[in-house]
């Protein structure tokens, strides 16, 4: 094939005909490099505008926003001049940036934990196969098409953290079947309300996590797993030995795609919450900084915060991904 | 190949100056327009507004009227809308804010002209409370035309529920308002008093600061620079402490209106909540003085805490002279006497008809309140006293107390917010 493109362009390229006994080799080469230029430009022109929009409107916006938070523009109608990381560290000195971050990680352990665990199991369970597993497989989804205001507004009500005597939702549950101690405040305690403010997040994603996993399941050969039968494995052997080592990228995956959204979750937290400490997140807290307070310089010292932590989660798997396409290209 | 590019590109600067075209053509067509930006999309303030604008299109029948509300978030997304706009330099002709130090940063930007000689042509400084353009005023100049007057200091209670727990009338000082709610506490079942998410506890502390302090030391804190450091400080958030000891444990997960409404059904003693909560009773069709009642919040009779809406002029309004009788409508007597018996408010001209406002017992009475020329005091949370900044301060350091108990904490932050500013 790529003879023949050669030969179309050398053809192409047969305006300087007479000149080409003399230059052969310089001749080819430059014929070489119309090739080249005509294989990849039309693709560059395709691409080129969404490269120019992405340059543009993230790139350009990132370094923008970097640039905003490295200033003392506190004011929209201030100026602001370069004052290097002083706003990355006076909010750490704020009663309010290190609660926030805390919560964050609250929410982020417990949502990333609980989905991997709930999705993992009920793969696992899809996968020893189930009466009308269609229809479970569909159902577990299902949440996945909702979005996280609706999830929201039926979780606030379920979750609502009034005592005994006047309780309603799941509490209201509870003491239905006489089970009062499991009675609790829900997301309004103080230190880890934020635990239960991830179970609805673990109700939304663990589906999807359940079909990255069950893909994952089907994608082991069967032989595979009947050799390990044949060697006397127990089928709690098989998983363990032979498809669970197997399921690294897919858990990989998981983590990262969970991961970077329960940094910058937002709209959960308002559905629920509002604008309350006691449920204060970093994305909240630069809303109301941008909107409220109209400080841009925190706002986006708050945002590079933001963005830098959802590095730490997509970068290593960039990393990881771009080495493993090479390996296997070789 | 190269003259299907260069037809592409002809194409292209084609359309993008056809669409240009249509968008200069729409502007053309607006030489006598007005454009009028707000929050408001909905329940009684829509109706209060389009009655507005039914008054400015029958007197100026040449003029096109553009409705340029925002729907959403209590005035944020219309908040976010409206900055970009002024920063563009884009602004509408005028526009709705809370007056008094929300405005701040736009009058500080440059964004606002001064209405002195709007409010002298108009004979508005008789109009209006002295003490209301006072309070409205930066630097001497006022920026704004109030439409209306909220009272942010009321105390809503159920009658029955202060019955059954043996309570006469509704108490008249934060001491008494201790003893009855101990009283409920003990005699019922119901909530002393009901709070809901965050920002109602702002509220609540505004008027127990009021009710504590009085009309002028509350005032006075509001002073950039201003002592909260102080004994009577601690005592007022002590007391602030003791009335938060009777609130339901829930109320976090509770807005304002699910707080009221404990009120009307019988569900709670009390609530601190701004009049709005009549016009929500009212949806509700509970029965004034008897599945609720209202007082002054304890300690601050003769006070009325107000936040007010108003409109602007911004620099550089595109037809300036429309907005000015825009804002004539909405400063006239007979403007506010049109909107605020639909909005539920009662007007910031002092010398409003009663006789509009009768069919409803709470306006009536707050009118009558009104025009007996109280003391005023500017609402913090609602934007009167302070800017933004100051406020969200304030809102950080209650949400932490909320969540950490700590009454000193509380009151250092409170003080550092008046520090910093």
């Known amino acids: 094939m790529s003879e023949a493109t050669t030969r179309s362009g050398a053809a192409a390229a047969g305006g300087t005909g007479p000149r080409r006994p003399r230059t052969d080799r310089r001749g080819s080469r430059g014929a070489r490099l119309v090739t080249r230029v005509r294989s990849w430009l039309p693709s560059l022109l395709l691409v080129s505008p969404s490269i120019l929009l992405i340059g543009l409107f993230v790139y350009g916006m990132i370094g923008w926003n970097t640039r905003l938070a490295l200033s003392d523009q506190h004011r929209p109608i201030d100026d602001g001049s370069f004052v290097g990381l002083d706003n990355f560290i006076a909010l750490w000195g704020e009663a309010r940036w290190p ?3 805390n919560n964050a990680i609250v929410f982020t352990v417990v949502f990333v934990g609980g989905a991997l665990l709930l999705g993992w199991l009920l793969g696992l369970l899809l996968d020893k196969g189930i009466r009308g597993e269609p229809v479970f497989r569909t159902l577990f989804l299902a949440p996945m098409a909702v979005s996280f205001i609706a999830t929201g507004v039926v979780w606030r009500w379920l979750m609502n953290p009034a005592p005994a005597e006047r309780a309603t939702g799941l509490n209201a549950l509870f003491v239905h079947f006489n089970l009062d101690f499991l009675v609790n405040t829900w997301w309004t305690a103080p230190d880890f309300g934020m635990a239960a403010m991830a179970l609805p997040a673990i109700w939304q ?16 050969p069967e032989e595979l797993r009947e050799a390990a039968r044949v060697d006397g494995c127990s089928e709690w052997g098989v998983y363990r030995h032979v498809v669970m080592p197997q399921l690294r990228p897919v858990t990989l995956s998981a983590v990262i795609i969970i991961g970077h959204m329960s940094l910058k979750v937002f709209d959960l937290i308002i559905a629920i919450a509002g604008q309350q400490i ?18 841009p310089a925190k706002g986006a010292t708050i945002a590079s915060y933001l963005l830098i932590a959802v590095a730490v989660f997509v970068i290593p798997y960039l990393v990881w991904t771009m080495r493993k396409e090479r390996s296997e290209g070789r | 190949m190269r003259s299907r590019w260069r037809s592409v590109a002809a194409g292209a600067l084609g359309l993008s100056l056809a669409v ?17 930006f707000s929050w408001w999309t909905g329940g009684g303030e829509e109706a209060g507004l389009n009655a507005l604008i039914e008054r400015f299109e029958t007197e100026n029948p040449d003029v096109e009227f553009v409705n340029a509300a925002v729907a959403g978030g209590s005035g944020t997304n219309a908040q976010a809308v409206l900055e970009g706009r002024l920063q563009s330099q884009d602004p509408p002709d005028s526009f709705q804010g809370h007056a008094g130090a929300e405005l701040q940063d736009y009058i500080e930007a440059g964004y606002l002209q001064p209405l002195d000689g709007f409010f002298d042509e108009q004979g508005l400084h008789e109009a209006f409370p002295d003490q209301l353009v006072e309070q409205i005023s930066y630097e001497g100049s006022v920026y704004s035309v109030p439409v209306n007057i909220h ?30 709610m101990e009283a409920v506490e003990t005699e019922t079942d119901a909530i002393p008093m009901a709070v809901g998410a965050q920002w109602t506890v702002d509220h609540l502390l505004e008027s127990v600061l009021l009710g504590s302090l009085g009309t002028e030391a509350y005032n006075a804190l509001w002073e950039p620079g201003a002592d909260w450091d102080t004994p009577e400080m601690a005592e007022a958030l002590a007391t602030f402490e003791e009335v938060m000891a009777h609130t339901q444990e829930e109320s976090a997960a509770e807005d304002w209106q699910e707080a009221a409404r404990r009120v009307s059904d019988g569900e709670a003693a009390f609530n601190i909540m701004g009049d709005w909560a009549a016009g929500y009773f009212d949806e509700l069709g509970a029965i004034p003085e008897e599945d609720y009642a209202w007082a002054a919040s304890p300690g601050t009779e003769g006070t009325y805490m107000w936040l007010s809406d108003s409109f602007t002029l911004p620099e550089g309004a595109p037809h300036e002279e429309h ?25 910031a001209r002092a010398d409003a008809e009663p006789a509009h406002y009768a069919d409803n017992p709470y306006l009536e009475s707050a009118l009558a309140e009104w025009q007996s020329g ?48």
């Open chain 1, 99 to 101: 609660a926030a971050v």
């Open chain 1, 205 to 220: 994603l663990s589906g999807y996590v359940m079909a990255l996993f069950l893909a994952g399941f089907r994608g082991v």
């Open chain 1, 278 to 295: 006691v449920a204060d997140v970093p994305a909240v807290y630069m809303w109301s900084t941008v909107f409220e307070v109209r400080d």
């Open chain 2, 20 to 36: 240009s075209a249509c968008g200069g053509g729409g502007q053309d067509g607006g030489e006598s327009e007005v454009e009028v």
């Open chain 2, 151 to 180: 009272r942010s200091n009321v105390l809503w209670y159920n009658p029955s529920v202060l019955e059954e727990a043996g309570v006469e009338g509704p108490p008249e000082t934060l001491d008494e308002l201790i003893e009855a």
């Open chain 2, 323 to 347: 907005a000015l009788s825009w804002l004539e409508i909405v400063a006239s007597k007979e403007g506010q006497d049109t909107f605020n018996p639909l909005k539920g408010s009662i007007p």
């Open chain 2, 374 to 421: 109280p003391e005023l005091a500017g609402s913090f949370w609602h934007g009167v006293t302070v800017g933004n900044r100051w406020k969200n301060d304030v809102d950080t350091a209650v949400g932490l107390y909320l969540q950490n108990g700590d009454l000193d904490e509380l009151n250092e932050a409170l003080h550092q917010a008046a520090q910093t500013e």
